[in-house]
């Protein structure tokens, strides 16, 4: 009887060593998915004077859209959600600087946050938006950058770096203090 007793626990042994192996190897799976992610991303928080490195997402016309597609320009990335009064209300102001100095070498990439197409399609196609907008759907490039808020707006330098960081609504002002002065 001592002999079956401890192939009993050995058997109880060998099968909590299987589940530990188990939550080990899913736990490893998980944080290198995660991790996986934020390669895909390639994006660095934003921090002034630093790059934020390289992204893709899809526009409302499902084409992929990086952020080296606009090396050499200024480039305004806008965090942005149709459910933010403040988002909504700044969005014809970006509308119009964007059409006064695209010629200057400034685009507008207004990444919306976890929303549908559909939802941003529609709310880009009624104020007739003329900039890109793309969907960041599970948050990955707004997180991976340190968006906590929104609205957010951050100014890529033509060499990809970080030239001004605003949070909160961007008004008429403060794209003509603190972004055109980099337009001329």
Request: with cysteine.
């Amino acid at each position: 009887m001592k002999i079956k007793k401890p192939v009993k626990n050995k058997k109880k042994q060998n099968r909590n060593v299987q589940i530990i192996i188990g939550i080990v190897v899913l736990m490893v799976s998980v944080l290198l998915l995660s991790s996986q992610n934020s390669q895909q991303a390639g994006v660095q928080k934003a921090i002034q004077g630093k790059s934020v490195g390289d992204f893709a997402l899809t526009d409302l016309e499902g084409e992929t859209i990086h952020l080296s597609d606009y090396q050499g320009k200024y480039v305004l990335l806008n965090a942005w959600a149709t459910w933010c009064p403040p988002c909504r209300a700044e969005m014809p102001d970006l509308n119009e600087f964007h059409q006064a100095h695209q010629d200057k070498g400034f685009e507008i990439l207004a990444i919306n946050a976890g929303e549908t197409r559909d939802v941003a399609a529609q709310f880009a196609e009624s104020l007739g938006l003329g900039f890109k907008v793309v969907l960041d759907s599970d948050g990955t490039v707004l997180n991976s950058l340190g968006i906590t808020g929104f609205p957010t707006s951050i100014l890529i330098d033509p060499e990809g770096k970080v030239a001004m960081i605003h949070i909160g609504m961007i008004f008429p002002a403060d794209l003509n203090k603190k972004v055109l002065p980099f337009l001329q």
